[in-house]
């Protein structure tokens, strides 16, 4: 630019415009330093005084690095130690001008995130993120067995002061030439898309973000529109905000955008009104960041927290009812045998043993989703486990819906439940044949595929092979609304009489109790595929074989056998006693698993505990069956629960689980051993 043409006009417009920058600089939430080659400060913004609690005094253009290490090592930023030495030490690698990343932890607990960026002849960018929420948010993700992908940092524009008292026309040109190069260069230097519009929506200027995200040509912004590169939809429902912010209201919005390569962004941008000499908006400033990963990583959060409380109330829930039911199922079950009670057994007391069984399978239902439903895990082929499943459903799917199963060449193994899996394939399908509504086409693929960091961190699992079963329908679909709670216990779209909410539920509470995962793809009107991720077993030859429990005859007659039955709930006691006391035995209560301790110390001769295992008073059912096994002169020792995830499970110990009747108790304690 030739010094004719440095008017005094045009030098006030671009102070004004670089005022308006370190305006816009004020308004974002990360802190900015610009310092030059000799590590004095030239720029900063608001943010960066509130994150570090600099002094206003201590800041000002010139300040030296070295003074912000020595005010930071007095109030003790950096811990003990010798500070020359740690001051120098800094300096020097200041000196150097690499691009470095790191995070620290301030004396008040807040974690600043560090990210710096040489700029060639004009000094170094640094950015500070606060992303104290991010890790503690991250922390509970991994208290959740899942790791939460770290947030984007959110980066902000800068602008250049111009040096003041020039008076020379030529040399201001030459400033002003030099100050726009170096704006285009740090702008293009930032992850982060940077323009600026006047006040007729025209771009004047648009970064190298444009051109990295949509295509666009960084030297000719004039050619560029919004609506063109945005799309007619998303254009729509963002230009209200442009008009707010063109009215003088600095604005943030958020909002999902198609890029390059059909990547789908959430976004979030901050339009910062260019106020002119009159008052009026002279344009608009635009900076906008990719949250995808943010956004993503609270909804995994949430729904996280959401899934672990329905899974601690239903279990909590399924504990009591199972306890109701062995009251009840044990009555009804020592009734029916009476024989004065012959002629009531078929109209009232068989159908009421029948519902308290059915009431039992629901409670096992509710078990599954709090994963708390102790599985029975063996190596199996999944290909052949699926091949199981055509003949079971066939029959129930209309001639119109055709079931097509695509499954591997090779075998696909694995360590599960295959019970369990062919419930959850089957109540799956049906689902499906529920959506096609009698015409229509079913899928069922598996394979073993190769989850990579992205899909991994989607899914809260860790990276590797796994096993990747697909049921994919032509069906209804469903909205984001409906998948959002689809998982959820009793949840149902069907009518009335047609579900019990339960089935999809159990499919969650399988596939994460497996180690695994399970997400939903559903579109209204385009269907629904339903992916199951279990882990892959790569060489089951290293599997430990199981170990059988040892039966144990009874020792002498059944009328010299001790049983100490241990439960807080006296119904049950009373229940399971009666049964006891019918197969021979003289029984000895306990109603805490401390109590029990102390008969067993003080009774010889018990040839029989029979301990719940989920008791009050800090003692449960495994410990005291742990302290009858290293006595060694209890032959038998068998625990029950309503409510036994696979953890409780002790070695060679049988484990009943409530509901039970007394032949089910007798089978349990023929298997029996210490």
């Known amino acids: 630019m030739s010094s004719q043409h440095a008017t005094p006009t045009h030098t006030a417009d671009v102070r004004r415009r670089y005022e308006s920058l370190q305006v816009g600089l004020d308004l974002i939430d990360q802190g900015f330093t610009l310092i030059d080659e000799n590590l004095c400060l030239t720029a900063w913004n608001k943010t960066f005084l509130r994150l570090f609690d600099f002094p206003q005094e201590l800041i000002y253009v010139g300040s030296q690095f070295e003074d912000l290490l020595r005010f930071n090592f007095d109030r003790g930023e950096y811990g003990d130690g010798d500070p020359e030495a740690y001051i120098q030490g800094r300096i020097e690698i200041a000196k150097a001008f690499l691009p470095h990343t790191f995070e620290r932890i301030r004396p008040n607990g807040t974690v600043l995130q560090v990210h710096g960026i040489p700029i060639p002849g004009l000094g170094f960018v640094t950015l500070y993120s606060d992303v104290t929420a991010q890790r503690r948010a991250e922390q509970l993700i991994r208290e959740q067995n899942a790791m939460l992908e770290s947030r984007v940092a959110e980066l902000s524009a800068i602008n250049a002061q111009l040096r003041d008292a020039l008076h020379d026309k030529e040399v201001i040109a030459s400033s002003l030439h030099r100050s726009e190069a170096q704006m285009r260069l740090i702008t293009d230097s930032m992850p982060a898309l940077i323009a600026y519009s006047d006040h007729e929506r025209n771009y004047r200027y648009i970064n190298r973000g444009y051109r990295d995200w949509f295509g666009l040509d960084t030297a000719r912004p004039q050619d560029v529109s919004a609506r063109a590169f945005l799309g007619v939809d998303t254009y729509t429902r963002i230009r209200p905000n442009v008009m707010r912010a063109l009215r003088g209201e600095a604005v943030t919005f958020e909002y999902d955008v198609l890029t390059q390569g059909d990547r789908m962004r959430i976004v979030r941008t901050s339009l910062i009104p260019e106020f002119a000499a009159d008052h009026s908006v002279a344009g608009c400033f635009e900076l906008t960041f990719d949250i995808t990963h943010e956004r993503r990583s609270h909804e995994l ?52 043993i029948d519902a308290a069984r059915s009431g039992s399978k629901l409670i096992q239902s509710l ?85 990579d960091d992205t ?163 800090g003692v449960d059912g495994r410990q005291v069956a742990h ?48």
């Open 627 to 674: 302290h009858a096994m290293a006595r060694g002169d209890i032959p038998k020792v068998v625990l029950m629960s309503g409510y036994a995830p696979d953890s409780d499970k002790l070695p060679n110990v049988p484990l009943l689980h409530k509901p039970f009747t007394k032949a089910e108790l007798e089978a349990a304690l023929q298997s029996g051993g210490s």
């Open 301 to 352: 959060l949430v729904q996280a927290q959401k899934m672990a409380a329905l899974g601690q109330l239903t279990g909590g829930l399924a504990h009591d009812f199972n306890n109701i039911l062995t009251v009840i199922l044990g009555n009804l079950s020592a009734l029916s045998e009476q024989p004065s009670a012959r002629s009531l057994v078929s109209e009232y007391i068989a159908p009421a």
């Open 367 to 451: 078990l599954s989703f709090a994963r708390k439903q102790p599985l029975e895990a063996r190596i199996v082929d999944v290909n052949t486990l699926i091949a199981t499943v055509d003949p079971l459903v066939h029959r129930t799917l209309p001639d119109a819906i055709q079931l097509n199963a695509v499954i591997s060449d090779s075998p696909v193994i694995a360590r599960i439940d295959p019970h369990q899996l062919q419930n959850t394939l089957i109540n799956l399908i049906f689902n499906a044949r529920d959506a096609i509504d009698g015409r229509g086409e079913i899928t069922v693929r598996c394979s073993v595929s190769l989850l």
């Open 455 to 617: 899909r991994a961190s989607q899914l809260n699992l860790p990276v590797g092979e796994y096993v990747c079963i697909e049921v994919q329908d032509n069906g209804c679909g469903m909205d984001d609304a409906t998948i959002a709670r689809v998982f959820e216990p009793f949840f149902t779209t069907k009518t009335p009489g047609r579900g019990t909410g339960l089935g999809m539920a159990m499919a969650y509470g399988f596939a994460h109790q497996s180690g695994g995962s399970i997400h939903i793809s559903s579109e209204p009107g385009l269907g629904t595929m339903v992916t199951l991720w279990l882990p892959t077993l790569a060489d089951p030859s290293h599997e430990p074989a199981a170990r059988e429990p040892q039966a144990l005859e009874p020792n002498g007659s059944s009328d010299a056998c001790l049983a100490l039955l241990v439960d807080d709930d006296q119904g049950v006691r009373q229940t399971i006693r009666r049964m006891l006391v019918e197969m021979g035995y003289s029984v000895i209560e306990a109603e805490s698993g401390t109590e029990a301790i102390q008969i067993l110390d003080q009774t010889p001769n018990v040839q029989l505990l029979l301990s719940d295992i989920v008791m009050p008073g």
